[in-house]
């Protein structure tokens, strides 16, 4: 069992930051990696990032690479989305996965409840 709750999302102007959190209990699959997916009103999910629990690769969409950074904290169970420079775009309902790898939420197997973020122009 894995439960995942996301926590940090707000409202934002646009250049600003935001850092969002999720904090994982039960089993960790130290093998597979943890992502972050994203979507908002009347779009499909897409992804952001990723990071492999065990070897600490990382991964992003080429719309926030550069601009946002995923992290981990082994202790405490955690991962991380460190989100810079956002942009009105950034806007969404953003969720932390896992269970799965790579860019494709369809390999996730478990999922937090979403944290929204807003950005304004």
């Known amino acids: 069992q894995v439960q995942l709750v996301e926590s940090g999302g707000g409202l934002v102007q646009a250049g600003g930051s935001l850092r969002l959190s999720c904090a994982a209990s039960?089993?960790?699959?130290?093998?597979?990696?943890m992502g972050w997916f994203r979507q908002a009103p009347g779009k499909e999910r897409e992804f952001v990032a990723s990071i492999n629990w065990s070897l600490s690769s990382t991964y992003y969409a080429n719309s926030v690479n550069g601009r946002f950074t995923i992290s981990r904290d082994n202790a405490k169970n955690t991962v991380y989305l460190q989100m810079n420079s956002l942009k009105p775009e950034d806007t969404a309902v953003y969720y932390c996965?896992?269970?799965?790898?790579?860019?494709?939420?369809?390999?996730?197997?478990?999922w937090g409840q979403g944290t929204q973020v807003t950005v304004s122009s």
């Open positions: 039960g089993r960790t699959f130290s093998s597979y990696a």
């Open positions: 996965a896992a269970g799965g790898f790579g860019a494709e939420a369809r390999h996730y197997g478990y």
